[in-house]
């Protein structure tokens, strides 16, 4: 059983360039979460995706966008890159239901210069 | 939603039972109560989640008091590999209309041999 999968593992961009970052969930799930990681920080919730639709968002701004899929998989571009985007992108896949245990992806860094 | 605070860091030598107590004074209740331990540079990895009293799996047990305003992962005899950080969460489910999780700065915890 495959878990959550992330694409690419590292990425490196310039200021103002777009990145997409690609995410599968587990298997079964239907439901994806974006989470940014700063260098020695827990990660910060960025939005969540279910039925193709944003379902909850944190306080990024709309630089950053997503995606889902039928299949459930999902995509999160960030535009107009900034050098403070530089992190660790986290995916986490659940299962809509109660106690939605999220399980993540082994992330991919994003590096702006 | 309910915020989360623990101890920055922990020590521990190889055998020990490390208990990690995070306090989460505004915890709903429909929220469900959840641990994660991350590596550096990996996505957090799920170890155990729970509602009320104790809950336990093969690799953690989680202690909550019936008040459920803090909760208590107890890792049985640690090594060196569980050096990580680890992170409590708690996590909205959807009868309260929220879905995503808060990330505080995690506990760091170090294993000596």
């Known amino acids: 059983d495959a878990g959550v999968t992330q694409s690419p593992t590292h990425l490196i961009k310039t200021r103002g360039q777009q990145v997409t970052l690609r995410c599968s969930p587990k298997s079964g799930h239907d439901t994806v979460s974006w989470y940014q990681q700063a260098l020695g920080q827990g990660p910060q919730f960025i939005f969540q995706y279910y039925e193709e639709e944003e379902r909850q968002r944190g306080n990024f701004p709309d630089r950053f966008s997503g995606h889902q899929f039928p299949n459930y998989s999902s995509e999160l571009n960030v535009n107009a890159l900034l050098l403070g985007d530089s992190a660790l992108y986290l995916c986490?896949?659940?299962?809509?239901?109660?106690?939605?245990?999220?399980?993540f992806g082994p992330g991919t860094r994003l590096l702006v210069l | 939603l309910a915020k989360t605070t623990q101890p920055i860091s922990m020590d521990s030598y190889e055998g020990q039972e490390v208990n990690i107590t995070c306090s989460h004074n505004n915890i709903a209740t429909n929220d469900y109560i959840t641990w994660y331990q991350q590596f550096p540079s990996q996505g957090p990895r799920f170890i155990i989640q729970g509602y009320k009293t104790k809950v336990t799996n093969e690799v953690a047990s989680l202690f909550i008091p019936a008040d459920r305003k803090s909760s208590t992962l107890s890792l049985p005899r640690v090594s060196l590999s569980d050096t990580a950080v680890y992170y409590c969460?708690?996590?909205?489910?959807?009868?309260?209309?929220?879905?995503?999780?808060?990330f505080g700065t995690g506990t760091r915890l170090k294993v000596l041999a």
């Open positions: 986490a896949s659940s299962s809509t239901g109660v106690g939605e245990t999220q399980y």
């Open positions: 969460l708690v996590g909205d489910s959807p009868i309260s209309g929220t879905y995503k999780y808060i």
